[in-house]
Structures are given as C-alpha cells and as structure tokens.
T-cell receptor, first 111, second 110 residues
Framework: EDQVTQSPEALRLQEGESSSLNCSYTVSGLRGLFWYRQDPGKGPEFLFTLYSAGEEKEKERLKATLTKKESFLHITAPKPEDSATYLCAVRSTGGYQKVTFGTGTKLQVIP | SQTIHQWPATLVQPVGSPLSLECTVEGTSNPNLYWYRQAAGRGLQLLFYSVGIGQISSEVPQNLSASRPQDRQFILSSKKLLLSDSGFYLC?????????FGSGTQLSVL
C-alpha cells in the first residue's frame, strides 16, 4: 500500500527565515510526486510534479527536490502570503493512476 | 483550458437527510474523475473514482455512493447522512501530469 508521511505537522517561521518541509513516501511504482498548496476552505492548488530522483523544480520562493525515498519543499525567505498547508502526494502505477496524499504541513509565516 | 466546477460551497444537513453533491468538468473529454474527503487533521481520503460513464469504483466502504451519468459529470450521494459524513469534499480531474481540484464543499451534518 502506498504511503506518504509529511513532517513537521506545523511550522512557524519569521518572515525571511528559510526552511524545508519533508515528504517521505513508499510506493510500488512512482509515476509522479506532487506538491500542492491549500488555503483554508479551498481546494488544493497545484505547485510541482517531480518524476525521478535528482529532479528539482522552482517557483518563486519554492523549490522542490526528489530522492528515491523522500521529497523536500524548500522555502527561501518566506513571506506572510506563503502561509498555507502544503500537501505532498504520490501517483503510483495502479490501473487508475491512484494518487495518495499526506496529511500536510501547516506553515505560518509571521511578519 | 480545463476547469472543474463543484457545488454547493457549503452545506448544513441534519442526520438522516439525503445528500447530492455535483461536479462538472469543462475543456476535456473522457476525464478520470475522483471524489476525495478531507477531515480535520487528516489527509485527503479517496472515496470514489471513475474512468467513464457509469463506471464507478469505491475505495472504502461507507455510507456514500457516486454516479457518473454524463462524461463530464460526477455526483456524490447519500440516502441518509451520518454525523461521521461531515467533512470537506473535493472533486478532482486527473490529467496525465497532475490532479486538478474543484473548490470543495464543506459539509456539516448536525
């Protein structure tokens, strides 16, 4: 069974204080690892897809990296508007392309 | 471009009442569609997925059912709601590269 574990559950940063969120996964056959941002009361917003170990993707202050067992979402010099819950998910090679989500990291950036 | 519509945004229902949540997708044909539920402090739990009209698969046994009467329409239903059905319900469409989500329905069963 595919599993995704995210840590920490919650993270509080001062504005400008860089940090990383962790996503550990086990999957029978990886067809993609996703990062999403979710604001309260809204659907998840897609950020990145990573496909193979060593791959990296960047978007503004966010950078996602992937190894064979985990992924990191690095946040450089965060701003208060980066406050949200960040979700990690994996798509396996199941017949209907099953996507399994972690429970998320709730990030709060304080001015 | 593809868009996914989900309604209503919020819903308060008494225990034992029926439920119908609707999701429609625009800008694509024959999409793979999903219903997820997100409970407080928990991850997104896959409830149902559909690869075509009339084709529904359930991930977990529960008080809910799903139907796909048209190619781009996916409906989540219940005949009698339970307190445990409360949560945030999300419809999603699966492209080859990512999962697109609707805006969600916050369901409170009282």
């Amino acid at each position: 069974e595919d599993q995704v574990t995210q840590s920490p559950e919650a993270l509080r940063l001062q504005e400008g204080e860089s940090s990383s969120l962790n996503c550990s996964y086990t999957v029978s056959g990886l067809r993609g690892l996703f990062w999403y941002r979710q604001d309260p009361g809204k659907g998840p917003e897609f950020l990145f897809t990573l496909y193979s170990a060593g791959e990296e993707k960047e978007k503004e202050r966010l950078k996602a990296t992937l190894t064979k067992k985990e992924s990191f979402l690095h946040i450089t010099a965060p701003k208060p508007e980066d406050s949200a819950t960040y979700l990690c998910a994996v798509r396996s090679t199941g017949g209907y392309q099953k996507v399994t989500f972690g429970t998320g990291t709730k990030l709060q950036v304080i001015p | 471009s593809q868009t996914i519509h989900q309604w209503p945004a919020t819903l308060v229902q008494p225990v034992g009442s029926p439920l119908s949540l609707e999701c429609t997708v625009e800008g694509t044909s024959n999409p793979n569609l999903y219903w997820y539920r997100q409970a407080a402090g928990r991850g997104l739990q896959l409830l149902f997925y559909s690869v075509g009209i009339g084709q529904i698969s359930s991930e977990v046994p529960q008080n809910l059912s799903a139907s796909r009467p048209q190619d781009r329409q996916f409906i989540l239903s219940s005949k009698k709601l339970l307190l445990s059905d409360s949560g945030f319900y999300l419809c999603a469409w699966n492209s080859n590269t990512e999962l697109f989500f609707g805006s969600g329905t916050q369901l409170s069963v009282l």
